[in-house]
């Protein structure tokens, strides 16, 4: 709450995210990097996040407005973190938004969105997932961390 308006403030979602802050107003609308976010609010989901996609609205998230404990966020961690059925123990995922953009690594994938175009770079070895890790996301990796590690095991890097 600031200045007598509620927001929604979300860094942590990933890539896809919103970047700044938008009111919680049904309809709020926000155009943000070379993304389009719009706010609604509904009976089923509360609040429903979407992202303008290829002429339509695809939704992100649903959430209330309802108090979230400590422990509601242990559990969900929990989950994400060791679960076999979760895509963070099952694929590598580094994701930074620029001025103009984002860039996002998924396994060996690198995407680096711009307003005029989308470059996408497959990593083939070691060496350039390294530097890719150092270079865009300033990660300097453990060196007991290998890229056959990065993409087919669960390890912390």
């Given amino acids: 709450h600031l200045a007598g308006q509620t927001w929604l403030a ?5 890539a896809q995210g919103i970047r700044e802050p938008l009111p919680l107003i049904d ?8 993304a389009q976010y719009r706010l609604t609010a509904g009976a089923r989901w509360g609040w429903l996040l979407e992202q303008a996609h290829q ?12 108090p979230f404990y400590p422990s509601d966020y242990a559990v969900m961690n929990h989950y994400h973190s060791t679960s076999p059925a ?19 690594l998924y396994d060996n994938e690198l995407k680096i969105y711009a307003p005029e175009q989308t470059t996408i770079r497959l990593i083939k070895d070691e060496a350039e997932f ?10 300097e990796l453990s060196p007991d961390v290998s ?4 993409l087919d095991k669960n390890v912390d890097l």
């Fill in 86 to 104: 979760s895509p963070f123990t099952q694929h590598r995922m580094l994701a930074i938004h620029t001025p103009t953009g984002r860039i996002a």
């Fill in 10 to 14: 979300d860094t942590g979602f990933g």
């Fill in 55 to 66: 002429g339509a609205w695809r939704s992100l998230y649903g959430f209330t407005l309802e």
């Fill in 130 to 139: 390294r530097e890719v890790v150092a270079t865009y996301f300033a990660v």
């Fill in 27 to 34: 309809g709020a609308t926000s155009t943000q990097g070379l």
């Fill in 147 to 150: 890229f056959t590690d990065a």
